[in-house]
């Protein structure tokens, strides 16, 4: 491609799962963006050469983002490419206290570099006890712990934690990602800077 001719608009959409939550956002982003999708725990590494944006799908572990590492490995030497972040947790992504928690944890994880061209958007996974780990089922007996006591001050999604531990619970809704394709398309609507 000639260096003057415009980049064409192919969005990437990279992701890490462990129980299958992110995995199926990502592939319903992928779907509907018409994008490349690429596992970060695979290798190669995706060419971002004809990305006209990243999307990074990641579940939150113990207050984590899990395939952060990979991502900002990936993109922190293209600083030109647009970037948007979709996590996937059990909590309720509408509580307040969660968007404050989520908020905290982005600041946490990424640069600032990072952090000024990505767009978040934040998606409800769920929690698939049969299939967890070992370290994941005993960190989550914590959490229904405190969730307990959370609980019994009136704390519904505390409650409903504490409720479901050791249960399958999907939280999963396709809808959800409708914000998320328009931003995408947004992006790619808009003119290319003068050179």
Not at 3 to 19: F, G, I
Not at 39 to 57: E, M, Q, R, Y
Not at 70 to 79: A, D, G, K, Q, W
Not at 154 to 163: C, H, N, R, T, V
């Amino acid at each position: 491609m000639e260096p003057d001719q415009p980049r064409p608009h192919t969005p990437l959409v990279v992701y890490r799962t462990q129980y299958g939550h992110a995995q199926s956002y990502a592939e319903w982003l992928a779907e509907d963006l018409g994008a490349m999708l690429v596992n970060l725990g695979d290798k190669p590494d995706p060419d971002l050469s004809t990305a006209s944006v990243v999307i990074l799908v990641c579940p939150i572990y113990a207050r984590s983002y899990y395939g952060a590492k990979e991502f900002s490995l990936l993109v922190e030497n293209h600083p030109d490419i647009p970037l948007v972040g979709a996590s996937v947790g059990a909590s309720d992504p509408e509580n307040p206290e969660n968007i404050q928690a989520y908020k905290a944890l982005i600041k946490a994880t990424f640069s600032e570099g990072i952090q000024s061209r990505m767009q978040w958007f934040h998606l409800r996974g769920g929690l698939d006890y049969p299939r967890m780990s070992h370290a994941h089922r005993a960190m989550m007996w914590m959490v229904s712990r405190a969730a307990k006591r959370k609980g019994a001050k009136g704390d519904a999604e505390s409650q409903m934690m504490y409720e479901t531990y050791g249960q399958v619970i999907d939280f999963r809704d396709r809808s959800t990602i409708e914000p998320i394709v328009e931003y995408v398309r947004g992006l790619s609507s808009r003119p290319d800077p003068a050179p």
